[in-house]
């Protein structure tokens, strides 16, 4: 059973920064991309950013230059560095892990709150 838990959401001023941590436990094996979605109230749920297993990195245009994404390989663990954070950013940020290569498992965190006042 894989676990995966996020913390380090909260409520910010614009222009405030926040970093999001997510750490994967339990029975992981080859770790494949570890990422972050965030999904605001009446909206779909989108790609913040992404980071695969060898090291290359997505980003959300709307968020290119303010959030940087990282992990710690050993610890199975994912960070969003989020800089410059303005209201549109106010979502639930969820934590992503996808396991294995040619089989593949995905795996969810419960999501921790953002929320960005102007």
């Known amino acids: 059973q894989v676990q995966v838990v996020e913390s380090g959401g909260g409520l910010v001023q614009a222009g405030g920064s926040l970093r999001l941590s997510c750490a994967a436990s339990g029975s992981i094996f080859s770790v494949n991309r570890m990422g972050w979605y965030r999904q605001a109230p009446e909206k779909q749920r989108e790609l913040v950013a992404l980071?695969?297993?060898?090291?290359?990195?997505n980003y959300a245009d709307s968020v290119k230059g303010r959030f940087t994404i990282s992990r710690d390989i050993a610890k199975n663990t994912v960070y969003l560095q989020m800089n410059s954070l303005n209201p549109e950013d106010t979502a639930v940020y969820s934590c992503y892990v996808r396991f294995g290569s040619i089989l593949t498992y995905d795996y969810w965190g419960q999501g921790t709150q953002v929320t960005v006042s102007s």
């Open positions: 980071i695969i297993s060898g090291g290359s990195t």
